[in-house]
């Protein structure tokens, strides 16, 4: 067998056998081979091995099969699953909060501003030209209110876990942004990731000047910055995982060995090579194999 397909149920529902057992069906009917399932934690994740059949066709079978049912399904080859570097974005996906528009609000144009974001992250606008709109807005705002915004910051369930846990097996874990260092360096010490990128608000005297220190980090950036860490790291990149929500992120999802779109834009989630719509970030966990009980953090 020489790829596995994982089944991932999220904290509101529960895997059955009888779902594994369907899935496994339609591998065979498509002429694979099928292995005996895997449990990675009982009710909530579990591998599935199968050979002769290409990981892509083999997902697509399975979603088919299991049509309606709250799952994310992760196939690929098994022999570099474990990955060594997890580059992720951070807003809306290691964090749950956009913190530009979260700084809206101190102005009174969150709503505005979260327009912008929204259409900025479906690849409805420039990202660099949204960015320079959005903190055009921000112009007079003291800097001491990035204290008090950050105090609205909330981790997204399981990137504690994640970063833990990949770290502890010796992966590397980057934050890469189009966020703010302001607040990329304070998730970084939250949780522990080794390094952090994103872009500058210009600050003079304590106050922002509604301008942003260029060049801005976009998604050619963030591309080039996965592959720029995998040299430093010397990481092959089928073992590099990528993930992000955005239209900006796309192009380090289908750089990655594994680019997965995590509860993603529409236009994100159906190019990137994986998807989880359903879970947490634990599931990114699991689709590398790693048992429930091997969890860290």
């Known amino acids: 067998m020489n790829a596995v397909a994982t089944l991932i149920a ?3 529902a529960t895997l ?9 069906a339609a591998l065979v009917g498509l002429g694979a081979d099928a292995g005996v399932p895997d449990w990675l934690a009982p009710g909530t994740a579990c591998d599935l091995p199968f050979g002769n059949l290409a990981p892509e066709q083999a997902e697509a079978a399975i979603r088919h099969a299991l049509t309606g049912a709250a799952l994310d399904i992760v196939a690929q080859t098994a022999a570099t699953r474990r990955k060594r570097l997890l580059v992720a974005d951070m807003e809306s996906t290691i964090i749950e909060q956009e913190m530009l528009d979260e700084l809206g609000d101190y102005v009174g144009l969150k709503d505005h501003i979260a327009d912008i974001t929204a259409r900025a992250m479906n690849g409805e606008i420039d990202f660099k030209d949204a960015v320079r709109e959005r903190v055009a807005l921000l112009k007079g705002l003291k800097e001491s209110v990035i204290d008090e915004v950050w105090q609205r910051a909330t981790l997204m369930p399981g990137a504690a876990q994640l970063v833990g846990t990949m770290r502890a ?5 980057v934050l890469v942004s189009g966020g703010f260092r302001c607040f990329t360096g304070r998730v970084r010490s939250w949780i522990g990731f080794d390094d952090d990128r994103g872009n500058e608000l210009e600050v003079i ?3 922002m000047t509604g301008k942003v220190i260029e060049p801005i980090l976009d998604k050619d950036s963030k591309l080039q910055a996965l592959m720029a860490y995998a040299g430093e790291h010397r990481v092959p990149m089928a073992e590099t995982m990528a993930v992000g929500d955005g239209a900006n992120d796309l192009p380090m999802l289908l750089a990655a060995g594994l680019g997965v779109a995590f509860h993603a834009k529409a236009v994100v989630a159906a190019e990137a090579r994986a998807r989880v719509d359903h879970g947490d970030l634990t599931a990114l966990l699991y689709a590398q194999g790693y048992r429930a009980a091997e969890f860290v953090g």
């Not at 097996?169 to 874990?173: D, F, P, R």
């Open 205 to 207: 005297d304590g106050v």
């Open 169 to 173: 097996n010796g992966a590397a874990c």
């Open 10 to 12: 999220p904290r509101t």
């Open 16 to 24: 059955d056998e009888a779902a594994v057992q369907t899935a496994k």
